[in-house]
């Protein structure tokens, strides 16, 4: 079995892109020393910077193929997965390792994949398939008992029966990957392990257990404080705050969640900071300080404005700010809470499996829905009185009309240059630059003449569809390298190399399109992957930057002209 997984590891290795492994080779070595942790740390601080996230990503992975560990490899192909925005990459590999390992298993392989992929659906809120890898840990440890994978697997399963609302089971199954962790030696080094202790205190407060959920939470921040771990410290405090909430312990909660707010930020954990400003608000409502509470409310609106991240406390936050500003007189203001309540509503109706609690009487929608059409009417009313208003109004609405016709115009005339357009005949400037542009370059005549005519073969051969195209993977192809294959791109194309690619394939899918009828029925989405774009959204973008039309209009210009020539055909 062993002997498989190297097989397979080695495979990786020496099929990985050459461009992999010697890119920026002087950053990589100075990250070669670096350990798992300081690798994840880089990655999650540079995350903005896709290139120098991707490159942490990378040195995460290679450094676990190098010592040959399977699950640091997986993590690895995590991070990548995170920052290209593709599952596949994390799901492919996982897939491949368990088919290897399921031929003949060990006490740790295929199980410990299938836990990783629980925890991925867990986390993509899909419970089913998360459930489905769950079941096929279970048949495994069956025949070979791992008092860590056995942990994990209760874990997993604590926390799915916690999203279905089943908090004994949940409790029994917590309980369970406690008494396993015990019988592991590296509890403390498990990040995961870690979270069960606060997953104990989270349950006894839903059953409303507050003395044990008191004590559990008390054994949880003891054992981080004596990790140093403060991000998990500070749910703690969130824990605490929420148990003295429910008990009427007002001061305390506000105390608790205040303290909690520093490490929840740190964590980017949202939609626990949203729930907390909620709770303060409802915590400064029952002490009457409305100002104070008016803050808070806020703060959580202002989260949900920015992230989208919809919870049940939200209701507390909408319903306070919507009488907040019955009182000021505020009608524009009342309705807009009103409609945000509403919204929530739909989405808790809809998304069952993540919210299952419905609206209290305070919250009764035909009452909203009352309260919206009144508010609607004094708009209106408001509104009539006001001619000016209406005169603006109406003005802008023919401006608008006068922009959509001019708009139109614009858009076919654009059409009907793009539809005539005929193809470049790039060989010969090519060949009209290349005897006075040499110089310029640097570069030695055989190089620059081999690399334009692998441009030439490239752009003959429509490469430029592949999917996995890049600047580092072509200059491979070419025998070159990358920084002498941009600069030939940046002088003879006249721009750089994704706008040259992308200018390429938005060219070709042009002539497809005018040539292919077939290719006309295609979804925008499968139109994007045929001609070498991962997301519908960019090649929308990239088309629109040449043509400055979006690819919907011109296919529906062409079916339009389509049937216009077979009618005066006939």
């Not at 590891?9 to 798992?36: E, H, R």
């Not at 949900?304 to 919809?310: G, Q, S």
């Not at 394939?505 to 497809?512: A, D, G, K, P, S």
Request: proline share 1%.
């Amino acid at each position: 079995m062993k002997h498989n997984i190297l097989l397979f590891l080695t495979a990786i290795f020496f099929y990985m892109p050459l461009t992999l492994k010697g890119q920026n080779s002087v950053l990589a070595d100075s990250l070669a020393s670096k350990s798992f942790q300081e690798l994840e740390d880089l990655f999650y601080e540079s995350k903005p910077d896709t290139l120098k996230a991707t490159l942490y990503a990378n040195s995460y992975y290679l450094k676990a193929l190098k010592e040959k560990d399977t699950m640091k490899m997986v993590e690895g192909k995590y991070f990548l997965a995170d920052i290209k925005d593709n599952d596949e990459i994390y799901l492919n590999f996982c897939d491949s390792l368990i088919e290897i390992c399921k031929k003949k298993p060990t006490k740790q392989f295929p199980a410990a994949i299938h836990l990783d992929k629980s925890r991925f659906f867990f986390h993509s809120n899909d419970q089913f398939n998360s459930l489905q890898e769950i079941v096929k840990v279970k048949n495994y440890l069956e025949v070979m008992e791992n008092d860590l994978l056995y942990s994990l697997y209760y874990l997993r399963l604590g926390l799915l029966k916690n999203h279905s609302k089943n908090y004994e089971q949940a409790l029994y199954f917590y309980k369970k990957a406690h008494q396993y962790s015990l019988k592991t030696n590296n509890t403390y080094e498990n990040k995961i392990l870690l979270s069960i202790p606060l997953n104990i205190s989270l349950i006894y407060y839903k059953l409303k257990k507050y003395d044990s959920a008191i004590i559990a939470n008390k054994k949880a921040a003891n054992l981080f404080l004596s990790i140093n771990d403060t991000i998990s410290l500070g749910y703690t405090f969130y824990n605490a705050g929420s148990v003295y909430f429910d008990k009427l312990e007002i001061s305390k909660a506000i105390e608790s969640y205040k303290k909690s707010i520093p490490y929840i930020k740190s964590d980017e954990n949202y939609r626990v900071l949203c729930i907390i400003y909620s709770k303060l608000g409802r915590s400064f409502e029952i002490l009457r300080k409305r100002q104070r509470a008016l803050k808070y409310h806020l703060c959580s609106d202002s989260i949900y404005n920015l992230r989208k991240i919809r919870n049940s406390y939200l209701k507390y936050s909408f319903s306070f700010l919507a009488n907040y500003y019955e009182e000021q007189q505020d009608s524009e203001k009342q309705l807009h809470y009103v409609n945000k309540l509403l919204e929530l509503r739909e989405f808790e109706l809809t998304e069952k499996n993540k919210i299952q609690q419905t609206f209290t009487n305070e919250f009764d929608i035909p009452n909203l829905l009352a309260e919206r059409k009144r508010i609607v009417e004094e708009i209106e009313a408001r509104s009539r009185r006001n001619q000016f208003v209406f005169i603006s109004l109406l003005g802008i609405s023919i401006g608008f009309i006068f922009y959509q016709v001019r708009k139109n115009r614009i858009q076919r005339k654009r059409f009907q240059t793009l539809l005539n357009k005929q193809e470049k005949d790039n060989e010969s400037s090519i060949n009209t630059q290349v005897q006075n542009s040499r110089s310029k370059l640097e570069l030695s005549e055989s190089i620059v003449t081999s690399i334009l005519k692998q441009l030439e073969k490239f752009e003959d051969n429509n490469e430029f569809i592949d999917v996995n195209l890049n600047l580092q993977n072509l200059a491979s192809k070419f025998d070159t390298n990358a920084s002498y294959l941009s600069k030939m791109v940046n002088h003879y194309k006249q721009t750089s190399f994704s706008n040259y690619i992308n200018q390429l394939r938005i060219e070709y899918c042009i002539e497809q399109l005018k040539n292919n009828e077939l290719w006309r029925k295609y979804t925008i989405k499968a139109i994007a992957n045929e001609v070498g774009f991962n997301k519908a959204e960019s090649f929308s973008k990239a088309f629109y930057k040449y043509t400055e039309l979006k690819p919907s209009y011109f296919i529906k210009e062409l079916k339009k002209t389509q049937t216009n020539n077979i009618s005066n055909e006939a």
